[in-house]
């Protein structure tokens, strides 16, 4: 059950507000559940893709990176399982001319009211479920035919499969290693919806660990404990953070073993995966040796032995994560000595998309010279925003909302000390810090 507050309708209107999300194509009317980041949220989406980079791919040299291609060979899809199993059972009603999904009828609503869930209205006439295929298709080349069909990738993870042979041998791994990448994956979902939480066009960040057959489990039981460390280092809040065992009926076509790592996203929605843990076995390996004919099998020299590694995979959403970052964030409140409070984005001052903002105090004295000047250098170093207008507290305010962690003022002071006054956004606390000290003041405290 969620213990948290809604706060998605606040969310939305905030990101539109503030240029983090906008509707896609919105002066058309928008394309449904397609969104688009703006400056602020591509910053903060960004953050959160150099963040797992970083722990998955630059900190460690078991795991290489890689980006393969959207597009790839259709048989890919037939081995993989997807065209013939990466299906949602979809129900129609006649009546009021609405799509649901069969197996998730609880979760939705019909559009006749009183609000209910489809097949509850006296009118309502569901159809039979009917399986539905979730890949878009589209063509290569200049003719439309069934041979010309190919498929945008619903999941990043088979580009890296095909690619296993190609990495271990061009990077000389041994395994155990990893393979990671980030990139767009597309499903054509029955129900998308939630904002940026089930789109039909979205980000992966997915790694794959190849293993021996047998230390399968207790790599698994490590990824596990990785990748929840992982969440909780973003700032998330341990109370809102939970796994969740797939049971027998839920796993995967592909999966032996799976956990997912859920986020408490408030309201009705509650607790929903963010990110997929899978123990695959060998099944795409020997899926794909079959289908292509080629050998995929990897040889241990020092045992001298052959054979098709297992594999555990992380799969997170990087628009998922982003979403509960910006809800985990999200907060109001009331300051000491002010009659308007305050709406305050807390995030990690890693993630944050602006990381100091510099005002002059007012537009005398070269306060704004100065301002500028200092601004321009903190640029060098990390995002930095100057604000001159309206007043101190108004400033503070549009910082505050969108998660700048310091805000930093020239006054009247500042010609005569060298000095200005760095205020913190969450504690309030203001210090007073030598001009060229900021730079690494603020860099110290925003480091990843
Ligand atoms: N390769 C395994 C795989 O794709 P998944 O559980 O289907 O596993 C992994 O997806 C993650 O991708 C999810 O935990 C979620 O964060 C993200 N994701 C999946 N479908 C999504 C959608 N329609 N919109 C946004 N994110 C999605």
Redesign the pocket.
Known sequence: MASQPDVMDKLVSLCKRRGFIFQSSEIYGGTGSVWDYGPLGVELKKNIKDRWWNAMVRSRDDIEGLDAAILMHPRTWEASGHVAGFVDPLVDCKTCKGRFRADKLEDARCPQKPSKQPGQHDACQLTEARNFNLMFKTYMGALEESASIVYLR????QGIFVNFLNVQQSMRQKVPFGIAQIGK?F?N?IT?GNF?????????M?MQFFVEPGTDMEWFAQWKQLRMEWHLALGLSPERLQFHQHGSGEL?H?ARAAF??TFDFGGTLGFQ????I?NRGDFDLSQHQQASGKKLEYFDQQANKRYLPYVI?T???????TLAVLVNGYREESVAGEDEGRVVMGLHPALAPIKAAVFPLTKKDGQPEMATKLADELRRAFNTDYDATGSIGKRYRRQDEVGTPFCVTIDSESAGDQSVTIRERDSLAQVRVAMDQVRGWVQERIAL
């Open positions: 619903p999941e990043t993870a994956a499903r979902e998308p940026i939480f089930r789109t039909r066009e979205f980000e992966q997915e995967a592909y997912d790592v995966e963010i990110e997929g899978h995979e799969s997170v959403g990087a628009d998922r994560t």
